[in-house]
Nanobody, 128 residues
Framework: QLQLVESGGGLVQPGGSLRLSCAASGFTGITLDYYAIGWFRQAPGKEREGVSCISGLGGSTDYAGSVKGRFTISRDNAMNTMYLHMNSLNPEDTAVYYC??????????????????WGQGTQVTVSS
């Protein structure tokens, strides 16, 4: 079964940057190339929100309006790792960030209901 592990979260000052990583393992015959990857976040008392996604072969990406121009999603299928580069962070970006995988997802979607595999999450806190 596909397993996802996020890393790279932490405490950062407003205006700062972070890079989240999502390492995938446990493939059974279908390589990571065929999975769309999504990044989601959930703040206390709020619903889970789609942040960004990238299709299996990286042909398409999508971003939530609140992060467009500040966040960049990328993937390295050879390394089985996906990234979320976050710039110009503000306190509203504080949340637990999750990566998720959607087999055959093309184009990708920011709808969390479409994703079958989830990581455990990594905390991002933006505060001075």
């Amino acid at each position: 079964q596909l397993q996802l592990v996020e890393s790279g979260g932490g405490l950062v000052q407003p205006g700062g940057s972070l890079r989240l990583s999502c390492a995938a393992s446990g493939f059974t015959g279908i390589t990571l190339d065929y999975y769309a990857i999504g990044w989601f976040r959930q703040a206390p008392g709020k619903e889970r929100e789609g942040v960004s996604c990238i299709s299996g072969l990286g042909g398409s990406t999508d971003y939530a309006g609140s992060v467009k121009g500040r966040f960049t999603i990328s993937r390295d299928n050879a390394m089985n790792t996906m990234y979320l580069h976050m710039n110009s962070l503000n306190p509203e970006d504080t949340a637990v960030y999750y990566c998720a995988a959607d087999l055959w997802g093309n184009p990708c979607t920011l709808d969390h209901a479409e994703y079958d595999y989830w990581g455990q999450g990594t905390q991002v806190t933006v505060s001075s």
